[in-house]
C-alpha cells in the first residue's frame, strides 16, 4: 500500500517483485487519495500525518483480514519492536508477529540465506510515512549499534556502562538507545483496564 506521493517507485516495484516470485495474490492499493481526504478535515502535525499514513495501512489490513477471515501478519522486529520505532495502532497492529523475535541485523542474515536480493537487503531501512524518510536518520543510530545495545540491556541484563565498554559504543548513544526502549514500553504491552 504505497502513497504515490510519498513511496519511492522502487519501493513498490520490489515489494512487487517478491510477490510474483512467491506467487502471492496482492491488491495495489494507493494510500494517497485517502490521506489526502483526511488532511481535508484535521489540523496539520507533520507527525501525525506522517503517523496516519501506517493507520490508514492498519485499517485496510483489517479490512480485508475481515472480509476474508484472515489474520494480520506483522513485518515488526525485535529491534523496532524494543524501541517502539513503530505507529501504535499502525504497522505495530497484527495479529501474528513471526520475526519479532529477530534482531534486523539477523534478519539481513536471514534474508540473505533465503536468497532475497542483496538491492533490497541493503537497502535503507525506511517506513516510507514523509518523504526523504529513513529510520536511521530519524533514530540518529546505526541498526548495529541498536541491535548491539539492546542485546546488551535487554537480552544479557548489562548496565549501560558495561554496555558501553564491551561495545565500544559511545555512551551517550547507549544511553539514548536505553531511553527509547523505556519511553515506548506503553507501546510494547495491551492497554490496561481501568479500576473504578
Known sequence: ???????????????????????????????????????????????????????????????????????????GDKSEFLIGYFTKYGDGAADLMPIVSLYKTQIKEFAKFLGVPSSIISKKSSPSLWEGHLAESELGSSYEEIDAVLHCTVDNNLS????????????SIVDKIHKLYKKNEHKRITPKACQL
Open 1 to 75: 500500500m504505497p502513497d504515490s506521493k510519498i513511496t519511492p517507485k522502487a519501493d513498490t516495484e520490489d515489494a512487487l517483485k517478491i510477490v510474483d516470485k512467491l506467487g502471492l495474490e496482492y491488491k495495489l492499493i494507493d494510500i494517497n487519495p485517502i490521506h489526502s481526504e483526511y488532511s481535508k478535515y484535521i489540523e496539520p502535525n507533520p507527525l501525525a500525518l506522517g503517523n496516519l499514513r501506517a493507520r490508514i495501512r492498519a485499517n485496510i489490513l483489517y479490512y480485508y483480514a475481515n472480509a476474508k477471515n484472515y489474520l494480520v501478519l506483522g513485518s
Open 160 to 171: 549501560l556502562k558495561d554496555t558501553a565498554s564491551f561495545t565500544g559504543i559511545e555512551p
